[in-house]
């Protein structure tokens, strides 16, 4: 094949007897957009995190695929397809629920008009379709530029991605002074990937996160969001944590967390996150929905609760002064990654329901359990008393309070582990 020859020095084979990939692994519609692509006279390969994790014997989370068709001729040979983005355009194919991503060869070509960078190197838009050796090139890691060919099933590997594979490191692909400048969201997916694949970052790819840290600033706030959703809904969020704490990055995501931590931060709060993140690397991996709001009423509780507590001592009128501190600090959150309204609020109304859960008395306790935001304020202060920010006993006396009150939704955290119990009042 032209290209396999053209590259042949750089290129390992590795053919079908000797790998372990099997396509009963591969979606269903993967298989059939790779085949089809083929029988068009295509060149079709799965790529990425795809093949990735199948050579790890981790299930993919999805499958992206790479061709040599041009996404208006991927669009023609598909009904069910749509061409999307702007930086670089990609095509959609739906199954159902399942979608496909192809994506063309891009190729090198750095005075293209096709490819637009800002002063800082970054790529802004690139279009400029290639061959499949020069695609495997511009991808970020050696790991995740590893390529599935559908025509004779082989593996090929042009970046040494086997080798890191098994050397279970994650190695960016050219110079790190180079690469993360052109799109620094490489820095966040290194962390993501580390964390994800218990891999480590090779070294100089390690140093560059620390050189180029910065250029975060300057991604645009609503691909900050969807990179930070990732990190945190990856089912080790704990790690993530670590990881972005470990190479500084936690400023440009949070900085008022990051500051918070620069200042003797309390051990009950820091225990807080830990656990907090525990809890949803748990349900993560147990397939319960976790929710953006959840994540950042975690990450900035801190913040919050200081800032709060200073304005306020009267246990009365913290409410009050939830929301005001609520208000302040999320705008200033969203400056650097854009929450979405409705996660926004959430995390708003978690934090200012808190005090609400020490009133037992009277008619308070059945306003708050129809509260919308009730069952995450619930997750949310249980994990408060279990590192002794609020008393024990009020998470015990909740859950048998919903228990009570026929909530349909039963409360797994205590409901699981304790018979029913008639309900005690907290004192
Ligand atoms: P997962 O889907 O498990 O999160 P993935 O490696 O498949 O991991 P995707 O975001 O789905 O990641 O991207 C698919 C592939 O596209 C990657 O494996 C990589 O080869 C390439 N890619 C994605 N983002 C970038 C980037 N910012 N720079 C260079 N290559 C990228
Ligand atoms: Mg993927």
Redesign the pocket.
Known sequence: MKNREASADHLTVIPRNQHHISRKSISDSALKVLYRLSKSGHRACL????V??LLLEIQ???F?IATDATPEEVRALFKNSRIIGRRFRLVHIRFGRDIIEVATFRGHDEDSAKTETNDEGRILRDNTFGEIEEDAI???FTA??LYYDIHDYAVLDYVGGLQDIEARQLRLIGDPAKRYPE?P??ML?AVRFAAKLDFTIEESAAQGIFEHGHLLAVIPPARMFDEVI?LFHSGKAVRVFELLREYRLLKYLVPALDEWLQDEPSESMLDFIDQALVNTDDRVNTGQPVSPGFIFAVLLWPVVHQQASQIQSDRQKMIGALMQVGETVMKRQVRHVSIPRRFSQMARDIWSSQPRFHRTQGKQPLRLLGYPVFRAAYDFMCIQTMVGLMPHRLCHWWTEYQLEHGDSKQPEREARKRPRRRRRRAS
Do not use: L, M, Q
């Not at 790529?47 to 795809?50: A, L």
């Open positions: 790529v990425g995190g795809g990735r994790d993919p989370k999805d992206d511009r991808r970020d995740n530029a799109d969201v490489r997916r990732k």
